[in-house]
T-cell receptor, first 113, second 114 residues
Framework: EPEVTQTPSHQVTQMGQEVILRCVPI?????FYWYRQILGQKVEFLVS????????KSEIFDDQFSVERPDGSNFTLKIRSTKLEDSAMYFC???????????FGSGTRLTVV | GESVGLHLPTLSVQEGDNSIINCAYSNSASDYFIWYKQESGKGPQFIID?????DKRQGQRVTVLLNKTVKHLSLQIAATQPGDSAVYFCAENIPTGANSKLTFGKGITLSVRP
């Protein structure tokens, strides 16, 4: 069964450093998303992406965050200068068309120290 | 404001019993609803979904009920098994122009007693 693949599974970074979280959505999917989950809390929407542009972003997704689809397979989330409160699980998701089910990756655990 | 919430933080059931997990939502624009299961260290795993034009949908051992009048969603698991132990989230899908987004509830832990 096709999967959304995220790498790395766990990343530790120093506060103030830049991190790039990588995702490979399912190959025929057109809609892409990033969500995050702080430990013990609910999953929160960060950003949606379609047709090579951001569709919507949440209040969490400030100027320190950016997304890119640099080629036909990768979808990345960059945090320019990490803060302690960015520590969380980050999930990538994709769907083939509007109205279809979402498929989530297994997540990247980001730890900012 | 928009919110999706779960009534109980934990649910403990005897193996073989039926489980019912409830969820309230508040956004009347939501066009479909999903239940996810999350095991430790993993991403949300799709269980079952339901469109806003339906009130019931059945899967294998699971049933989702939607009551739009009171904005209530429930997940019923028949003959609960130890492998059902996990955190369960409800989520509502909110159309946003050309795309959409999911708003998740807080999650409830289902613990199955042997």
């Amino acid at each position: 069964e096709p999967e959304v693949t995220q790498t790395p599974s766990h990343q530790v970074t120093q506060m103030g450093q830049e991190v790039i979280l990588r995702c490979v959505p399912i190959s025929n999917h057109l809609y892409f998303y990033w969500y995050r989950q702080i430990l013990g809390q609910k999953v929160e929407f960060l950003v949606s992406f379609y047709n090579n542009e951001i569709s919507e972003k949440s209040e969490i997704f400030d100027d320190q965050f950016s997304v890119e689809r640099p080629d036909g397979s990768n979808f990345t989330l960059k945090i320019r200068s990490t803060k302690l409160e960015d520590s969380a699980m980050y999930f990538c998701a994709s769907r083939p068309v509007a109205g279809a089910s979402y498929t989530f990756g297994s997540g990247t655990r980001l730890t900012v120290v | 404001g928009e919110s999706v919430g779960l009534h109980l933080p934990t649910l403990s059931v005897q193996e073989g019993d039926n489980s019912i997990i409830n969820c309230a939502y508040s956004n009347s624009a939501s066009d479909y609803f999903i239940w996810y299961k999350q095991e430790s260290g993993k991403g949300p795993q799709f269980i079952i979904d339901i469109r806003s034009n339906m009130d019931k949908r059945q899967g294998q051992r699971v049933t989702v009920l939607l009551n739009k009048t009171v904005k209530h969603l429930s997940l019923q698991i028949a003959a609960t098994q130890p492998g059902d132990s996990a955190v369960y989230f409800c989520a509502e899908n909110i159309p946003t122009g050309a795309n959409s987004k999911l708003t998740f509830g807080k999650g409830i832990t289902l613990s199955v007693r042997p």
